[in-house]
């Protein structure tokens, strides 16, 4: 290609718009954990902390693909907006709306990945961590 990219144009969007995803979700779960009250502090504030780990991870993960691949990443997080509550149940919901466009996303780009293998199984690897986190939500939310 004559940007000097080996990948479509599609696949990057989407790991972008994955990225992107993960930079907002970082934020929201840090936000989270900050405002969290009450006696759900407790559980509910390493909870968020461990989950923004998990999404600077996974951000960090798709970059790397995007760098390898030849592609720009970008540096801005997703602009839809993150709800401000000091309600932990509000809180959750919000993450398991997260999680779960997260989720389509991956299946979107495990969809268009499948000749390269290495971004495939990367990319599967973090799609169960979704699915792993919606279970989660799924629970904490009944
Ligand atoms: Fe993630």
């Known amino acids: 290609m004559s940007d000097g990219t080996n990948a479509s144009p599609d696949l990057l969007e ?3 718009a994955a990225l992107a995803w993960e930079m907002r979700a970082t934020v929201l779960y ?9 006696i759900h502090r407790l559980h509910l504030k390493p909870f968020f902390e461990t989950e923004a780990a998990e999404s600077t991870t996974h951000g ?13 990443a970008t540096k801005k997080r997703d602009a839809t907006e993150i ?3 000091t309600d932990y149940k509000v809180m959750l919901q919000e ?4 999680e779960q466009k997260a989720a389509e996303g991956y299946e979107q780009i495990l969809a268009i990945s ?21 279970e989660e939500l799924t629970q904490l939310l009944d």
Do not use: C, P, W
Request: glycine share 8%; net charge neutral.
């Open 114 to 134: 499948g000749e390269d293998s290495e971004l495939f199984d990367t990319m599967q690897q973090i799609s169960f961590q979704e699915q792993r986190s919606i």
């Open 60 to 72: 960090r993960t798709v970059r790397e693909q995007i760098v390898k691949l030849g592609g720009v």
């Open 95 to 98: 993450a398991f709306k997260t």
């Open 83 to 85: 709800v401000h509550t």
């Open 30 to 38: 840090e936000h989270y954990a900050a405002y969290v009250k009450g």
């Open 14 to 16: 989407k790991l972008n």
